[in-house]
């Protein structure tokens, strides 16, 4: 049995479950609440060109990625907009199947590059740079408080 599936709503909520989880444990020590978490994965969802697996064991979702893909000049590009795993999965290789799996489901929409941003210099980072990604000296990650 593949125990990767297509996201559909009816996983959003477990989905936000386990978000909350991951990213307010280490390293992140986030401060999500079922409420925001549900919000924020809904909205990535609801937009245009979702796209998005979802990692079960037993009926549980385990891990996760979510984005949308849109029309750029040179081709489609896709937009992971968050990827998550279970504290007690990461490092078992089941991130790196979420994306082989999304990769080809991708390939077979013409989507033609990956886009996402993470922290620098941690594992997250080191997890995309094993898998294939590289930096962009072109792009920058930028933010302003108001």
Not at 72 to 94: P, T
Request: aromatic share 12%; net charge positive; with cysteine.
């Amino acid at each position: 049995m593949n125990n990767i599936i297509s996201i559909k709503n009816e996983h959003i909520l477990k989905c936000s479950d386990l978000y909350v989880k991951v990213f307010n444990a280490e390293p992140w020590n986030d401060k999500w609440t079922l409420g925001t978490a549900h919000k924020r994965l809904n909205d990535i969802y609801v937009s245009p060109n979702f796209e998005g697996v979802l990692y079960a064991e037993n009926g549980k979702v385990k891990g996760a990625i979510f984005g949308n893909y849109e029309q750029f000049y040179d081709g489609i590009h896709y937009n992971l907009r968050e990827m998550f795993i279970s504290n007690e999965l990461q490092g078992k290789g089941i991130g790196s199947k979420l994306l082989n799996e999304l990769e080809k489901r991708l390939r077979g929409l013409d989507v033609t590059t990956i886009i996402l941003f993470t922290s620098k210099g941690n594992k997250t980072s080191k997890f995309y740079l094993k898998n294939g990604f590289s930096e962009w000296d072109s792009m920058a990650m930028m933010g302003k408080d108001i």
